[in-house]
């Protein structure tokens, strides 16, 4: 069974992965924002980069999900 479910196990991994490092990402810049008291409108700007970045990965595995369901890929 592990053999047959291979890929799917790899790509799970992977957007954990991805999750994980969007979060750890998150939290060191929040605190190096707070030790340094940055503005709101910069913690904004910061936190919005960081956000299209993860939209970006969500994005591609929303296209890569739909490609693949309908043969493309």
Same mark, same amino acid.
Do not use: R
């Given at each position: 069974?592990l053999?047959?479910? =291979?890929?799917?196990i790899?790509?799970?991994?992977l957007?954990l =992965?991805?999750l =994980?490092?969007f979060? =750890?990402?998150?939290?060191s810049?929040?605190?190096v924002?707070?030790e340094?008291?940055?503005p ?6 910061v936190?919005?980069?960081?956000f299209a970045?993860?939209?970006g990965?969500?994005?591609k595995?929303?296209?890569?999900f ?7 890929g």
């Amino acid at each position: 069974m592990l053999v047959e479910h =291979f890929e799917l196990i790899e790509a799970i991994g992977l957007n954990l =992965f991805f999750l =994980f490092i969007f979060g =750890f990402i998150g939290l060191s810049i929040h605190g190096v924002m707070n030790e340094n008291d940055v503005p709101k409108m910069g913690k904004m700007v910061v936190y919005t980069v960081l956000f299209a970045g993860c939209a970006g990965f969500i994005a591609k595995a929303i296209i890569q999900f739909i490609w693949e369901s309908q043969g493309v890929g």
